[in-house]
């Protein structure tokens, strides 16, 4: 892994969360993205190299909607740049990490991503994130 590539943050409200964190960070929203297949709306800040991303569910029964309903707005979850996705899910895999998908999905600024079981990694989900080529 190259290093923390962002930290994601389950919001209910990016209308409310994206002023609070741009006063948080002294830094504007560099960019918003819906990506339909995971049913959310982001918003991303860069502080440094690294960069914080926000996460709004467009469903009532998203991922990120349940994941507040259990735990309330919070980090849901910390993600890591990789130079080549499909061989760290391998080395992972074959060091007994769940994957929770077998392929890299098609995720927010422009990254393909995969996503560790958070049982595997002490309770925090774990995203690989690697720049997508097209």
């Not at 560099?30 to 569910?57: C, D, M, P, R, W």
């Not at 996705?85 to 992972?92: A, F, G, S, T």
């Not at 929770?100 to 560790?116: M, R, S, Y």
């Amino acid at each position: 892994m190259l290093h923390i590539e962002h930290i994601g943050i389950a919001v209910k409200s990016l209308e409310t969360a994206v002023p609070l964190f741009e006063k948080l960070l002294n830094t504007p929203c560099y960019k918003t993205e819906t990506v339909s297949g995971e049913q959310v709306h982001t918003a991303f800040f860069k502080t440094g190299i690294n960069k914080i991303e926000l996460l709004e569910s467009t469903s009532e029964d998203g991922v990120i909607q349940k994941f507040i309903e259990k735990k309330g707005e919070g980090i849901h979850h910390i993600a890591f740049a990789v130079e080549n996705i499909q061989e760290e899910m391998k080395r992972l895999q074959d060091a007994g990490f769940r994957l929770l998908n077998e392929i890299p999905k098609q995720g927010a600024d422009h990254k393909l991503v995969c996503f560790l079981h958070p049982k595997d990694s002490s309770g925090v989900l774990i995203e690989l994130c690697q720049d997508r080529n097209d």
